[in-house]
């Protein structure tokens, strides 16, 4: 079946310091969502990439979705305390396009 | 907040028993997919309900099933707790499209079986 991978799957970081997560499928995805949960929260949508070579920013954040629309990529500039958490990506599912397959989440720390 | 509301927030049950779960769904949503998150773990699709009847199921035995009413709101029942059945149990209520749409979830059940 589909698997979406994650690497790494902790990044403990310096404030200040960049942050990078990647994300790969077993599949080809039609669009690629990212979601950030903080500690004891759940999860929230960050943004979703539906074109091949897509990217997109959010501040600090930029979201790149691969020229095979097969990886993924969440960058983070100058990391703050705020970005504690864990990120996931999760693509449409192979039988149901409306459910998500996430990947294991990679757990960012930040150290102030 | 996303307007998503889930009960109770934690649920502490024996092995054998049997549990439901409630969802409120976000105003103007109609689908509603509830998720399986084990500690340290990604969500995982349990199953997802548009228009109340059962629109795409992962993979879990038939011990889990759900309901959704005509108000958009959604029960999970699990049957025959096991150990293996403690996490977090996340509700996601939706504008149905067929694919891609983005999911607000609720703060979610953490369920401990003992």
């Known amino acids: 079946g589909q698997q979406v991978m994650q690497i790494p799957q902790y990044q403990h970081v310096q404030e200040g310091e960049d942050f990078t997560t990647y994300c790969n499928s077993s599949?080809?995805?039609?669009?690629i969502q990212w979601y950030k949960q903080r500690p004891g929260g759940h999860p929230v949508f960050l943004i979703q990439l539906v074109k091949s070579g897509e990217v997109k920013k959010q501040k600090r954040l930029t979201f790149q979705f691969g020229e095979a629309k097969k990886n993924s990529s969440l960058h983070i500039t100058a990391t703050q305390t705020t970005d504690v958490g864990t990120y996931f990506c999760?693509?449409?599912?192979?039988?149901?396009?409306?459910?998500?397959?996430f990947g294991e989440g990679t757990q960012l720390t930040v150290n102030p | 907040e996303t307007g998503v509301t889930q009960s109770p927030t934690h649920l502490i049950k024996t092995r054998g028993q049997q549990v439901t779960l409630r969802c409120s769904s976000q105003?103007?949503?109609?689908?509603v997919s509830w998720y399986q998150q084990a500690l340290g773990q990604g969500p995982q699709f349990i199953f997802q309900y548009y228009r109340e009847e059962e629109n795409g199921r992962g993979n879990f035995p038939p011990r889990f099933s759900g309901l959704q009413f005509p108000n958009y709101s959604s029960e999970l029942n699990v049957n025959a707790l096991e150990l293996d059945d403690s996490a977090l149990y996340l509700c996601?209520?939706?504008?149905?499209?067929?694919?891609?749409?983005?999911?607000?979830f609720g703060s979610g059940t953490q369920l401990s079986v003992l």
């Open positions: 999760a693509g449409p599912g192979e039988t149901s396009g409306s459910r998500l397959t």
């Open positions: 996601a209520s939706s504008l149905y499209r067929g694919e891609g749409e983005k999911l607000f």
């Open positions: 599949t080809t995805l039609s669009n």
């Open positions: 105003s103007g949503h109609n689908t």
